[in-house]
Each structure stands twice: as C-alpha cells, then as structure tokens.
C-alpha cells in the first residue's frame, strides 16, 4: 500500500516516513511544501488531483496546527480513493469529524480517522484499560508532561497558543463548567516528579463524556518542566484572558526557538498520567492510575505511535471498517505498549481504594 504523509519533513511527519519505510508492505512518499520527495501545497485549489496523481491508498495528515483547519484535505484523500488518518489534537476538528466526513468516506468506501495520536487514540485506549476494572466511573483526569529537550515545532506551540487564555468547557462534578486554557493550575504528581500543570483544550473533553455514559468530571492538563516557562505562559494567558489583545500564536517559531535555549536546564524525562476514580462491581470506592514516562528525546515518537500501528492494520486488510470516526476504539493498549518497547518507553498502572 502506498502511503503519502503529508507534512512529511515535520516534526511527527519525518519520524512516521521513518518508522514505516522498512515495512515491506508499505511504500512510503513523504509530501510537503518543499524540501520533499513530493511537493504538495495543502492549500492549493488543485489538491485532489495532485493527490489522485500520487495514487495514494493512505493519506496520513501531519501538517499541523489543526486549530482552524476545515476538511478539505481529508476530503481531496477520500476522493483520490485513500483511506485518511491525521494527527489532530484540535477539539472542534475532531469532535465534528465524523458527522462532516461518514457519508462521503462510506460513498468511497474508506476509513477517514481523526486524532490517531496521543487524544484521543492513546488516551481512549488506556481509559479503556482502566475502565475493564471498574463497574463505574466518575472521574478521567489526564495530565501530559512533555521533557524539555524533546523536538517541539512551530506547529505543536502555536495550537497550544492558541486556546491559551481562551474559554472552554470541560465536565466537572456533573456540570459544565467553563475555564480558560493554560489557567486552573494544579501540582500533579507524575511517576517522575510533581509539576504544576494547567487547563488544555482537547478533544478527549467532548468525546469522553459520550464514550463513558455516567463520567461526571473529565479535565485534560498539561505541565512544561521548566516553571519560568510554565508561569511565563500562565501569565500572557491571564493577560489575554483579561482582555489584552494578545497574537500569540503568530510568535510561535520565535518562542520555539527562545524554549531550545532553555533546553539545557531541561531533564531527562518526559511522561503521561491517566487516572480514573469510580465503583469497583461489590460498590467500594477505587482509583486506577495508569503512568507513562519516557525519555525526553523519544517522548515525540508518542504522538505518532497510533497512526503508524493503524497504517500497517491496514496494509494487512484488518482495519475493514468504512466510514469516518474520532479515532476511539480502533486499537489495543497492548498494540501501542509494543511501540513503546521499541523506545524503551515504560508504563505502570497501579490500583487502590479511594
């Protein structure tokens, strides 16, 4: 099966043409603006034919920020006759995926699948896990821990830039309550080390409420390892939030490039906590803790794990499904677990009463 990734020099898209170029299966064309085997300009009139001209059987979408993108590069892939995949972590892109792209993708007869990352793909497979333990949840709280030194990209900052300070609603205590992103600071404990961490704007907040019927509290955070960047970026969320016209996301390159001069003070880890408080089945109280850590140069292979296990089902014809998805549901834990061994990444999931 050809694969064309597009956003194939990037940060995610280099280590995925990487990963999948020895899979004998798998014949892989990395796309990009420039500096590519194929130039492809996303924002071309003419990108379907240049896609048909490519004759894909698989599109895997990297070239972000997803915040603001519309669908017309899944669109362009259904209609070349590739099944589609993309990377996206911005909430209203993946949560209004399925309803904008299941007649067409079903018309095509292709899977197009949305957030095949770390949100939702990973993180729905290890509240699945977690969930088999417990009768009932009450509570999903997810914290994300990036290393200092870990390659971040212009893209990665400028879609946390962009809901910083912002307004979104996430579940807590049974109701909908709203917080503003980069705010609602919380120390969280992660299996490397306590960081503060503050409020993020993802997918997993709409989609999870739905997936686990009964879930009254599901938050996403995320926690630099440096406080002076942690705080620095609190404070301009707070400006903006209290009305200061801020254009953060275009200073994006400029701030990766300030944060790599702080990459010496960086540490040694990166990681991810996933933890679910509920009923076990005789009624007693319990809290399940699932924890990553990784070092902080493979923590960027993490988002790409998913869309790589889901590109060689296909090629193998296991993945059948047509129709476009939130991609929930779609892998293992134990699939994605054997990626990390790859990296030497390593998991521990503990239970106690609570």
């Given at each position: 099966?050809?694969?064309?990734?597009?956003?194939?020099?990037g940060?995610?898209?280099?280590?995925?043409?990487?990963?999948l170029?020895?899979?004998?299966?798998?014949e892989?064309?990395?796309?990009?603006?420039r500096?590519a085997?194929a130039?492809?300009d996303?924002?071309?009139?003419?990108?379907?034919r240049d896609l048909?001209?490519?004759?894909p059987?698989?599109?895997?979408?990297?070239?972000?920020?997803?915040?603001g993108q519309?669908?017309?590069?899944?669109?362009?892939?259904l209609?070349?006759?590739?099944?589609?995949?993309?990377?996206?972590?911005?909430?209203?892109?993946?949560?209004?995926?399925?309803?904008?792209?299941?007649?067409?993708?079903?018309?095509?007869?292709?899977?197009?699948?949305?957030g095949?990352?770390?949100?939702?793909?990973?993180?729905a497979?290890?509240?699945?896990?977690?969930?088999?333990?417990?009768?009932?949840?009450?509570?999903i709280?997810?914290?994300?821990?990036?290393?200092q030194r870990?390659?971040?990209?212009?893209?990665t900052?400028a879609?946390?830039?962009?809901?910083?300070g912002?307004?979104?609603?996430?579940?807590?205590?049974?109701e909908?309550?709203?917080?503003?992103?980069w705010?609602?600071?919380?120390?969280?404990?992660?299996?490397?080390g306590?960081?503060?961490?503050?409020?993020?704007?993802?997918?997993?907040?709409?989609l999870?409420?739905?997936?686990?019927?009964?879930v009254?509290?599901?938050?996403?955070?995320?926690?630099?390892?440096?406080g002076?960047?942690?705080?620095?970026?609190?404070?301009?969320?707070?400006?903006?939030r209290?009305?200061?016209?801020l254009?953060?996301?275009?200073g994006a390159a400029?701030?990766?490039?300030?944060?790599?001069?702080?990459?010496?003070?960086g540490?040694?880890r990166?990681?991810m906590?996933?933890?679910?408080?509920g009923?076990?089945?005789?009624?007693t109280?319990?809290?399940?803790?699932?924890?990553?850590t990784?070092?902080?140069?493979?923590?960027?292979?993490?988002?790409?794990?998913?869309?790589?296990?889901?590109a060689?089902?296909?090629?193998?014809?296991?993945?059948?499904?047509?129709?476009?998805f939130?991609?929930?549901?779609?892998?293992?834990?134990?699939?994605?677990?054997?990626?990390?061994?790859?990296?030497?990444?390593t998991?521990v999931?503990?239970?106690r009463?609570?």
């Amino acid at each position: 099966m050809r694969v064309v990734v597009l956003g194939g020099t990037g940060n995610f898209g280099a280590r995925i043409c990487r990963a999948l170029a020895g899979d004998r299966d798998l014949e892989v064309i990395a796309a990009a603006r420039r500096g590519a085997p194929a130039r492809l300009d996303l924002d071309s009139p003419g990108l379907e034919r240049d896609l048909v001209r490519l004759a894909p059987g698989l599109v895997i979408h990297c070239a972000g920020p997803f915040q603001g993108q519309d669908y017309r590069v899944a669109l362009a892939s259904l209609a070349a006759g590739a099944h589609y995949l993309d990377l996206a972590d911005a909430r209203a892109f993946v949560a209004r995926f399925a309803d904008a792209l299941d007649a067409p993708a079903r018309a095509a007869g292709r899977i197009a699948l949305s957030g095949a990352s770390t949100l939702p793909a990973l993180s729905a497979a290890v509240v699945d896990a977690l969930a088999a333990r417990l009768a009932s949840i009450d509570s999903i709280r997810i914290a994300i821990a990036p290393g200092q030194r870990a390659p971040r990209g212009a893209a990665t900052i400028a879609g946390v830039l962009s809901y910083a300070g912002r307004p979104f609603r996430w579940l807590s205590g049974g109701e909908w309550r709203t917080v503003h992103g980069w705010q609602a600071l919380e120390r969280v404990r992660f299996a490397f080390g306590t960081r503060w961490a503050a409020a993020c704007d993802v997918p997993d907040l709409e989609l999870f409420p739905a997936r686990y019927p009964g879930v009254r509290t599901v938050e996403f955070r995320a926690a630099l390892e440096i406080g002076a960047q942690h705080f620095a970026l609190w404070a301009a969320a707070a400006l903006r939030r209290a009305g200061v016209a801020l254009p953060l996301e275009r200073g994006a390159a400029t701030l990766d490039r300030v944060a790599r001069l702080m990459d010496v003070l960086g540490g040694e880890r990166g990681g991810m906590r996933v933890a679910l408080e509920g009923a076990r089945a005789d009624g007693t109280r319990a809290r399940v803790e699932w924890q990553l850590t990784a070092d902080a140069m493979h923590g960027p292979e993490i988002p790409c794990m998913a869309a790589l296990v889901l590109a060689r089902k296909l090629a193998r014809g296991a993945l059948r499904e047509t129709g476009a998805f939130a991609c929930m549901g779609f892998l293992e834990l134990a699939e994605l677990e054997r990626e990390f061994a790859k990296w030497s990444i390593t998991t521990v999931m503990e239970e106690r009463s609570a």
